[in-house]
């Protein structure tokens, strides 16, 4: 195996302490094993809680805002403007992060009145966000988001402030995820586990940090990112965010995009949709091991699991990790769906 080492985790951890950063977050997040659930698909199971970053109910979105906020702080902003899907976890735990350094928040938010849990309910992340004291607008599902932040950075600026616009490519969360991955290595050792797979749900950021510390280490981990949406076509952007990630630490790591392991398959219909795998999922880890997933991102990642174990691609001789990317408010704006997988009727 040609793996080279190229730097030390002491050295990532020193180029790291140069970064603007502002703790948001309870880490490390515990490294857990799921005895039961190893026992049942017949994989060394351990699961990273990244649910349990502590702000807000959590999630990994809390590892990117160390960054990204810490950089607009440094730059003087006085309002962070964020955007994506009306459930958007990001946009919660924005709104939260700007709350607990006393930074003013302002969102942009998707709708689509045709699909029930992306209506304009106050429920789930969005009604967090009202409480949490952010500023929300609303744009319809054909609209760009991106496009709509710069309007509503632009609104704010005429109004004498300095905005702060979290926009791709999401660097900051590249260097949340390094976080992680050197937290994982750190935890495998003490628990005397060598992983064969890191598993999560992956849009871009997160996987982009994890394979910028496996790939500086020089471990052998495979990390395979799940796609939440069947249109997500990742690995180049997972790609540059790696790289832009290495550049701004200053490490000689590059990677191209065939080396990035990103599954579709378990996306189902669209964004935002639960598949029958991913709810089977969600089920199975609530009532084997106690822990809740979220329709939209970790219970399709989880699925994955499910799936390769069944099909014999994870065995025994594997030892997986499972990060939880939180989301597990949109549990209730999913009421509707889960009554009808529960079986529940109304009243
Ligand atoms: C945003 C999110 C992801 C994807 O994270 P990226 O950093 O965008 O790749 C996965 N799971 C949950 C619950 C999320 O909110």
Redesign the pocket.
């Not at 999560?200 to 996987?207: F, V």
């Given at each position: 195996m040609s793996v080279h080492t190229v730097v030390t985790e002491a050295d990532l951890w020193e180029r790291l302490s140069q970064q603007p950063r502002v703790s948001l977050g309870f880490l490390p997040t515990p490294l857990e094993p799921l005895p039961r659930l190893s026992e049942m698909l017949g994989v060394q199971l351990f699961i990273k809680r990244d649910d349990l970053t502590g702000l807000a109910f959590g999630?990994?979105?809390v590892r990117?805002l160390e960054f990204s906020i810490g950089q607009a702080l440094q730059e003087g902003c006085d309002v962070v403007i964020n955007g994506a899907a009306i459930q958007s976890?990001?946009c919660r735990q924005t709104a939260a992060a700007c709350a607990k350094v006393g930074l003013k928040c302002a969102l942009v938010l998707r709708q689509d009145s045709r699909i029930e849990p992306y209506k304009v309910e106050p429920q789930g992340n969005l009604l967090l966000d009202y409480l949490l004291g952010a500023d929300v607008r609303f744009i319809n599902f054909d609209e760009d988001v991106n496009a709509a932040k710069e309007r509503l950075a632009e609104e704010y600026r005429a109004k004498g402030h300095k905005p702060f616009v979290i926009r791709p490519p999401?660097v900051a969360?590249g260097l949340g995820?390094l976080v992680c991955l050197l937290e994982l290595v750190a935890q495998a050792r003490e628990l005397g586990i060598t992983p064969t797979h890191i598993v999560?749900?992956?849009?871009?950021?997160?996987?982009a940090g994890l394979l910028l510390g496996v790939k500086a280490l020089g471990l052998d981990w495979q990390v395979l990112g799940i796609a939440?949406s069947p249109n997500a076509n990742a690995t180049e952007s997972i790609a540059q965010v790696t790289n832009l990630a290495a550049e701004r630490l200053g490490l000689p790591v590059r990677v191209t995009p065939d080396e990035v392991h990103f599954s579709t398959a378990f996306a189902g219909e669209s964004y935002g949709i639960p598949t029958p795998e991913g709810m089977e999922a969600l089920l199975l880890m609530a009532r084997t091991e106690g822990i809740l997933l979220?329709p939209?991102?970790?219970a399709k990642a989880f699925a994955a699991i499910v799936a390769m174990a069944r099909k014999g691609e994870l065995t025994k001789e594997h030892t997986v990790i499972f990060i939880h990317?939180?989301?597990t408010p949109a549990l209730f704006a999913y009421q509707p769906a889960l009554v009808k997988v529960l079986g529940l009727s109304e009243g």
């Open positions: 999630g990994n979105k990117h976890n990001y999401d969360g995820y999560h749900s992956s849009s871009t950021p997160t996987q939440p979220d939209s991102y970790t990317t939180g989301g």
